[in-house]
T-cell receptor
Framework: GAVVSQHPSRVICKSGTSVKIECRSLDFQATTMFWYRQFPKQSLMLMATSNEGSKATYEQGVEKDKFLINHASLTLSTLTVTSAHPEDSSFYIC?????????????FGPGTRLTVT | EDKVVQSPLSLVVHEGDTVTLNCSYEVTNFRSLLWYKQEKKAPTFLFMLTSSGIEKKSGRLSSILDKKELFSILNITATQTGDSAIYLCAVGNNRLAFGKGNQVVVIP
């Protein structure tokens, strides 16, 4: 299957700092990538849809100035958590949309565990 | 608003048992239904279903979709402890709506 990488896998930062998370599709081009967050024992919550070459589409209740998304190329999307606070501590997962031969699939990155102290 | 409901939310079975997980949905823009398995990290892809009545199989796992009644079933036969995980159902087009997951615990 298609491979999606995320970096870093784990990050601890101080309150007020910014953290950048990278999501890469390694063996396919992804015009669309998605960013999710997941709290313990809860399901994935879609934060935003990242489209290559255009602005991201944010879900209701997600602050776009706080969670900056840049989809600079067909294989890379970045999520920057600005001025992080302890309540931003969560598991952030990206997925890349891989369409081909009539199939539509999403493949997930391994996730980034963010802890804000 | 898109809705994906999974049941049961959690269950405990013994090794060798068969497990049936349900996913029902109401979405505005259906193209596919996907099943994922999530252990400690991010979900791993299991199946994608787009047509009714066609069973997809992978080893001891199988899944089927009913687009008329708007649900899917994921079956796991002869369960093993390695099947312990959360099974996520997601529905939609590009943009997926996820259910809360079925937490499965398989005890020896």
């Amino acid at each position: 299957g298609a491979v999606v990488s995320q970096h870093p896998s784990r990050v601890i930062c101080k309150s007020g700092t910014s953290v950048k998370i990278e999501c890469r599709s390694l063996d396919f081009q992804a015009t669309t990538m998605f960013w999710y967050r997941q709290f313990p024992k809860q399901s994935l919550m879609l934060m935003a849809t990242s489209n290559e070459g255009s602005k991201a589409t944010y879900e209701q209740g997600v602050e776009k100035d706080k969670f900056l998304i840049n989809h600079a190329s067909l294989t890379l999307s970045t999520l920057t958590v600005t001025s992080a606070h302890p309540e931003d501590s969560s598991f952030y997962i990206c997925s890349a949309h891989h369409a081909g031969e009539g199939r539509v699939e999403q493949y997930f990155g391994p996730g980034t565990r963010l802890t804000v102290t | 608003e898109d809705k994906v409901v999974q049941s049961p939310l959690s269950l405990v079975v013994h090794e060798g048992d068969t497990v049936t997980l349900n996913c029902s949905y109401e979405v505005t823009n259906f193209r596919s239904l996907l099943w994922y398995k999530q252990e400690k990290k991010a979900p791993t892809f299991l199946f994608m279903l787009t047509s009714s009545g066609i069973e997809k199989k992978s080893g001891r796992l199988s899944s089927i979709l009913d687009k008329k009644e708007l649900f899917s079933i994921l079956n796991i036969t002869a369960t093993q402890t390695g099947d312990s995980a959360i099974y996520l159902c997601a529905v939609g087009n590009n943009r997926l709506a996820f259910g809360k997951g079925n937490q499965v615990v398989v005890i020896p």
